[in-house]
């Protein structure tokens, strides 16, 4: 018959086989790019964005002429009639500067320079060291808008292609 | 057939009319019917919360851990094992008051544990560094469900809870990129980084199971299987508590943990 030592010691050898290493294979549902969508007042129907550009409070250019520059969202998931915008990692405010005719607005309509500044939470969840970290926006705000009238649809950025987060009225 | 009948049918009548034709009884005492001074009395008695003996003793689970994990990594052994050691540091103790002979024991745990973790691969993208340093303490009652089969008054097969509370300071330097804002990850544009640090609290609770086996005089080994329910941080400003003293990575609001111990038993009366 086998003493208390040696069962204990049976017991925990077994169970010390159930360590393991891990690979990265998480994926963030959480993105820190913004959709926004384009209406007129009134009216539900998105529109087209018909900007010349659209820049960043930086300066740089992230949408020109029917093509976004820079966005982590592919093209798989991008919404149709909608713009991705990619905040600031390194502050809690970012501001976009829209230049040209404004969606849905004639043709011969005088261009525009329309700003638009969001205001947000940055909380970092470390992952893994395999997988890095990821970073969540939380309560997002619009502190300015040039527009008519501003909506947020969604506070927290889940990563979906159905999701649209910000709403902007003219 | 007929004879068969009757007696059945005189058997259910006598079952039916019995407690009809039964004399009263005298009322007599019982305890269930005692004052309920008394009851409590005759229950403390019972229980007897004289302490019995206490058991001091340690985690080792870590230094366990390390040496197992250390095949499964992706560099060699000794590698595994100096990374292990290196960026995780952890030690724990353990002590229980055993009273009603052998039957419950109170427990209190204290611990420290120091994590470091980091990515940092080439590629610059999500690479962090993050580190993790605190204190934690768990209280809880176990219950031996095997006190009347141990009969030596010396091993146990435990049942219980414990309650844990951690306190601890995170802290994390990230890099990020956003060629928008200009952070390119370049030399003329490069990254950014940032450290972010928070001194943060966290409560959780555990269901746990156990076994206290005398292996030599007062030396005892053990293990313990703790089911912890994932509680809340206090505040979280800018990071999420990714490692807990106590607790350990927080992944799920259930985490299934397991520690071995070593205990040495100090009797508190020499009557079992």
Same mark, same amino acid.
């Given at each position: 018959?086998m003493k208390?030592i040696?069962k204990?010691?049976?017991?925990i050898?077994?169970?010390?086989?159930?360590f393991?290493?891990?690979d990265?294979i998480?994926?963030?549902?959480?993105s820190?790019?913004?959709i926004v969508r384009?209406?007129?007042?009134?009216s539900?129907r998105?529109?087209?964005?018909?900007?010349d550009?659209?820049?960043?409070?930086?300066?740089?250019t992230?949408y020109r002429?029917?093509?976004?520059?820079y966005?982590?969202i592919?093209?798989?998931t991008?919404?149709?009639?909608s713009l991705?915008?990619?905040?600031?990692?390194?502050r809690d405010?970012?501001?976009?500067?829209?230049f040209?005719r404004?969606?849905?607005a004639?043709?011969?309509s005088l261009p525009q320079?329309?700003?638009?500044?969001?205001?947000?939470?940055r909380i970092?969840?470390?992952?893994?060291?395999?997988?890095?970290?990821?970073?969540?926006?939380?309560?997002?705000q619009?502190?300015k808008?040039t527009?008519?009238?501003?909506q947020i649809?969604?506070?927290?950025?889940i990563?979906r292609?159905?999701?649209?987060?910000?709403?902007?009225f003219? | 057939?007929?004879l068969?009948?009757?007696?059945i049918?005189?058997?259910?009548?006598?079952?039916l009319?019995t407690p009809?034709?039964?004399?009263?009884q005298?009322?007599?005492?019982?305890t269930?019917?005692?004052?309920?001074?008394?009851?409590?009395r005759a229950w403390?008695?019972?229980i007897?919360?004289?302490?019995?003996?206490?058991?001091?003793?340690t985690?080792l689970?870590?230094w366990l851990?390390?040496a197992?994990?250390?095949?499964?990594?992706?560099?060699?052994?000794?590698?595994?094992?100096?990374?292990?050691?290196?960026?995780?540091?952890?030690?724990?103790?353990?002590?229980?008051?055993?009273?009603?002979? $052998? !039957?419950?024991f109170?427990?209190?745990?204290?611990?420290?544990?120091?994590? !470091?973790?980091?990515?940092?691969?080439e590629?610059?993208l999500?690479?962090?560094?993050?580190?993790?340093?605190?204190?934690?303490?768990?209280?809880?009652w176990?219950?031996?469900?095997?006190?009347?089969?141990?009969?030596?008054r010396?091993?146990?097969l435990?049942?219980?809870?414990?309650?844990?509370?951690a306190n601890?300071e995170?802290q994390?330097?990230?890099?990020?990129?956003s060629?928008?804002?200009g952070?390119?990850?370049?030399?003329?544009?490069?990254a950014f980084?940032?450290?972010i640090s928070?001194?943060?609290?966290?409560?959780w609770w555990?269901?746990?199971?156990?076994?206290?086996?005398a292996v030599?005089r007062e030396?005892y080994?053990?293990?313990?299987f703790?089911?912890?329910?994932?509680? !809340?941080? $206090?505040?979280?400003?800018?990071m999420?508590? $990714?490692?807990?003293?106590?607790f350990?990575?927080?992944?799920s609001?259930?985490k299934?943990?397991?520690?071995?111990h070593?205990?040495?038993?100090?009797?508190?009366?020499k009557?079992l």
């Amino acid at each position: 018959m086998m003493k208390p030592i040696g069962k204990v010691f049976s017991l925990i050898i077994s169970l010390l086989g159930l360590f393991a290493c891990e690979d990265c294979i998480f994926s963030s549902r959480y993105s820190n790019e913004p959709i926004v969508r384009f209406y007129r007042k009134g009216s539900m129907r998105a529109l087209a964005p018909s900007f010349d550009s659209v820049q960043t409070g930086k300066g740089i250019t992230i949408y020109r002429s029917g093509r976004i520059l820079y966005s982590s969202i592919t093209s798989e998931t991008t919404l149709p009639n909608s713009l991705a915008l990619p905040l600031d990692p390194s502050r809690d405010t970012s501001a976009f500067i829209f230049f040209g005719r404004r969606p849905g607005a004639p043709a011969n309509s005088l261009p525009q320079r329309d700003t638009l500044i969001l205001r947000y939470r940055r909380i970092l969840n470390f992952i893994s060291p395999d997988c890095g970290y990821e970073q969540r926006i939380e309560n997002l705000q619009i502190l300015k808008n040039t527009y008519d009238s501003a909506q947020i649809a969604a506070r927290n950025f889940i990563l979906r292609s159905d999701t649209v987060h910000i709403r902007l009225f003219w | 057939m007929k004879l068969r009948n009757s007696i059945i049918i005189l058997a259910l009548f006598t079952c039916l009319t019995t407690p009809l034709q039964a004399q009263p009884q005298p009322l007599l005492p019982d305890t269930l019917r005692l004052p309920l001074g008394q009851q409590l009395r005759a229950w403390a008695r019972d229980i007897s919360f004289q302490p019995y003996a206490l058991r001091l003793g340690t985690d080792l689970s870590y230094w366990l851990n390390g040496a197992v994990s250390a095949p499964f990594g992706r560099r060699s052994i000794g590698e595994n094992l100096k990374s292990f050691y290196a960026n995780t540091l952890r030690f724990e103790l353990t002590a229980d008051l055993a009273f009603n002979r $052998n !039957k419950h024991f109170i427990v209190a745990d204290w611990g420290y544990a120091s994590t !470091k973790r980091e990515r940092n691969a080439e590629d610059n993208l999500r690479n962090i560094s993050y580190h993790n340093t605190g204190t934690y303490w768990r209280v809880g009652w176990d219950y031996n469900v095997l006190h009347k089969t141990f009969t030596d008054r010396q091993s146990a097969l435990l049942l219980g809870f414990r309650y844990g509370r951690a306190n601890f300071e995170q802290q994390a330097t990230y890099i990020a990129i956003s060629t928008p804002w200009g952070f390119g990850g370049t030399p003329a544009s490069p990254a950014f980084s940032e450290t972010i640090s928070e001194q943060l609290s966290y409560r959780w609770w555990e269901m746990v199971t156990g076994l206290r086996v005398a292996v030599w005089r007062e030396l005892y080994l053990g293990y313990t299987f703790r089911i912890k329910l994932a509680g !809340k941080a $206090n505040e979280v400003n800018r990071m999420l508590p $990714n490692e807990i003293p106590g607790f350990g990575t927080v992944r799920s609001n259930m985490k299934l943990s397991f520690s071995y111990h070593l205990y040495y038993r100090i009797p508190l009366t020499k009557r079992l």
